[in-house]
C-alpha cells in the first residue's frame, strides 16, 4: 500500500464511506475498494449498502444508478466527466419513436444510458443480466437500447423472442476487429478466448467464453487452462494476473482502454472523501421515473 492508498482507507473508515469499483479501474483503485464488481455487482451492492456515503469508481451512469436505487445515500463520482460514449449515442425522444413504432415491444435498456432513457424504458439489463431479463418478459417483440452488439448476442441465446435493435455500440469494444481476434489466437494457439458481449458478433464468434467482466473473471478462474486471450477492457486482465499471477493473460489488443474508466486516480478518490466532490445530483422525480427499471432489473431471478 502506498502512502495515498493509506490515508485513502483512514478517511474511508473515519467518514463511513464504502468504496465501489468497476474492474476496468487501475488496480491501484480496485485494492483500496470494499467492493470490486462488474455493473450488475455494482448495482446490487449499492442497493444493499449500509453506508450514508457512497464513492463510485467507475463512469457516471454507475454512479447514477448507484444514486437512483439509494435515493436516501450520498452518492459520489471522483471525476466529474468520466462518463461512457456509448450512454451518449441515445436520448429519451429516441426511445419514445421506437415505443411508437412498436408499441407491442418490452423496451430492455443497458445500464449503460442516462437515467432520462432509463426512465421512458421498461426494464434495464446488464451484460450479466441480459439473457435473463429478457426471458423474464412475457412479450414476445424486443426493442433492445442501445448496444447492438449485446442485443445481437442476446438475441442469439433467446431466439424464440423477436428483436429490434438501436444502433449504439461501445467504442472501445466495437473498434476491435476479426483481424484483432485472428491475429490474438494465432499468437497463443493455446490460449481460451473469453471475450465480453459488446464486441462484434464475428468477434464473439471465436469466443471459447462470452459473458461480463466478472464473468470473465470466473470462467478463468475456474478453467483449467493456463493461458487466455482477454477479449475486454485491460483492467479485467490486470485483476486477473494480481489473483492468478500463475496462469497467463493476453490483451486481445492493446486498443482495449476504455479513456473514461482510466480517468479515476487516487488522487481524486483521496480528493472525493475529503471534499465530498463531485455529488450525484438528481431531482426526486429523475429519480423515481429511473427507479422502476433499474429495480425490475434487479428483482429478475
Ligand atoms: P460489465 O457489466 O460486464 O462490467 O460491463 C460494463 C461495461 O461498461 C463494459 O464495457
Ligand atoms: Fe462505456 Fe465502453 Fe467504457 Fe464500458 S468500455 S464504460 S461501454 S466506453
Same mark, same amino acid.
Request: with cysteine; hydrophobic share 40%; proline share 5%.
Given at each position: 500500500?502506498?502512502?495515498?492508498?493509506?490515508?485513502?482507507?483512514?478517511?474511508?473508515?473515519?467518514? @463511513?464511506?464504502?468504496?465501489?469499483?468497476?474492474? #476496468?479501474?487501475?488496480?491501484?483503485?480496485?485494492?483500496?475498494?470494499?467492493?470490486?464488481?462488474?455493473?450488475?455487482?455494482? %448495482?446490487?451492492?449499492?442497493? %444493499?449498502? @449500509?453506508?450514508?456515503?457512497?464513492?463510485?469508481?467507475?463512469?457516471?451512469?454507475?454512479?447514477?444508478? %448507484?444514486?437512483?436505487? !439509494?435515493? &436516501?445515500?450520498?452518492? /459520489?463520482?471522483?471525476?466529474?466527466?468520466?462518463?461512457?460514449?456509448?450512454?451518449?449515442?441515445?436520448?429519451?425522444?429516441?426511445?419514445?419513436?421506437?415505443?411508437?413504432?412498436?408499441?407491442?415491444?418490452?423496451?430492455?435498456?443497458?445500464? !449503460?444510458?442516462?437515467?432520462?432513457?432509463? %426512465?421512458?424504458?421498461?426494464?434495464?439489463?446488464?451484460?450479466?443480466?441480459?439473457?435473463?431479463?429478457?426471458?423474464?418478459?412475457?412479450?414476445?417483440?424486443?426493442?433492445?437500447?442501445?448496444?447492438? !452488439?449485446?442485443?445481437?448476442?442476446?438475441?442469439?441465446?433467446?431466439?424464440?423472442?423477436?428483436?429490434?435493435?438501436?444502433?449504439?455500440?461501445?467504442?472501445?469494444?466495437?473498434?476491435?476487429?476479426?483481424?484483432?481476434?485472428?491475429?490474438?489466437?494465432?499468437?497463443?494457439? @493455446?490460449?481460451?478466448?473469453?471475450?465480453?458481449?459488446?464486441?462484434?458478433?464475428?468477434?464473439?464468434?471465436?469466443?471459447? #467464453?462470452? &459473458?461480463?467482466?466478472?464473468?470473465?473473471?470466473? #470462467?478463468?478462474?475456474?478453467?483449467?487452462?493456463?493461458?487466455?486471450?482477454?477479449? =475486454?477492457?485491460?483492467?479485467?486482465?490486470?485483476?486477473? @494476473?494480481?489473483?492468478?499471477?500463475?496462469?497467463?493473460?493476453?490483451?486481445? =489488443?492493446?486498443?482495449?482502454?476504455?479513456?473514461?474508466?482510466?480517468?479515476?486516480? /487516487?488522487?481524486?478518490?483521496?480528493?472525493?472523501?475529503?471534499?465530498? =466532490?463531485?455529488?450525484?445530483?438528481?431531482?426526486?422525480?429523475?429519480?423515481?421515473?429511473?427507479?422502476?427499471?433499474?429495480?425490475?432489473?434487479?428483482?429478475?431471478?
Amino acid at each position: 500500500m502506498n502512502e495515498t492508498q493509506k490515508r485513502i482507507l483512514a478517511l474511508k473508515a473515519e467518514k @463511513g464511506a464504502l468504496i465501489l469499483a468497476h474492474y #476496468y479501474q487501475t488496480m491501484d483503485i480496485q485494492e483500496i475498494a470494499d467492493i470490486v464488481g462488474d455493473s450488475f455487482e455494482l %448495482a446490487k451492492q449499492a442497493k %444493499a449498502a @449500509g453506508q450514508q456515503i457512497i464513492v463510485l469508481c467507475g463512469v457516471k451512469f454507475m454512479a447514477e444508478s %448507484a444514486k437512483i436505487l !439509494n435515493p &436516501g445515500k450520498t452518492v /459520489l463520482l471522483p471525476v466529474l466527466d468520466a462518463g461512457c460514449p456509448m450512454a451518449d449515442m441515445i436520448t429519451p425522444d429516441d426511445v419514445l419513436r421506437l415505443r411508437k413504432e412498436h408499441p407491442d415491444a418490452a423496451v430492455v435498456c443497458y445500464i !449503460n444510458s442516462s437515467a432520462a432513457v432509463k %426512465a421512458v424504458s421498461d426494464i434495464c439489463c446488464t451484460s450479466s443480466s441480459a439473457v435473463r431479463v429478457v426471458r423474464s418478459l412475457p412479450q414476445k417483440k424486443i426493442v433492445f437500447i442501445p448496444d447492438k !452488439n449485446l442485443g445481437a448476442y442476446v438475441a442469439s441465446q433467446v431466439p424464440e423472442k423477436e428483436f429490434v435493435f438501436y444502433n449504439g455500440f461501445c467504442p472501445v469494444h466495437n473498434g476491435v476487429t476479426l483481424r484483432d481476434v485472428l491475429a490474438a489466437k494465432e499468437a497463443h494457439p @493455446g490460449a481460451k478466448v473469453l471475450v465480453h458481449p459488446e464486441c462484434r458478433p464475428e468477434v464473439l464468434s471465436h469466443a471459447d #467464453y462470452i &459473458g461480463s467482466t466478472k464473468g470473465i473473471l470466473e #470462467y478463468a478462474a475456474a478453467s483449467g487452462a493456463d493461458e487466455f486471450v482477454i477479449g =475486454t477492457e485491460k483492467g479485467v486482465a490486470e485483476r486477473l @494476473g494480481s489473483l492468478a499471477p500463475d496462469k497467463r493473460y493476453y490483451v486481445m =489488443t492493446d486498443r482495449f482502454t476504455c479513456s473514461d474508466m482510466k480517468k479515476t486516480r /487516487l488522487s481524486d478518490v483521496l480528493r472525493c472523501l475529503e471534499t465530498g =466532490t463531485y455529488e450525484i445530483q438528481m431531482t426526486p422525480e429523475e429519480i423515481s421515473a429511473a427507479y422502476q427499471s433499474l429495480d425490475r432489473m434487479i428483482r429478475v431471478p
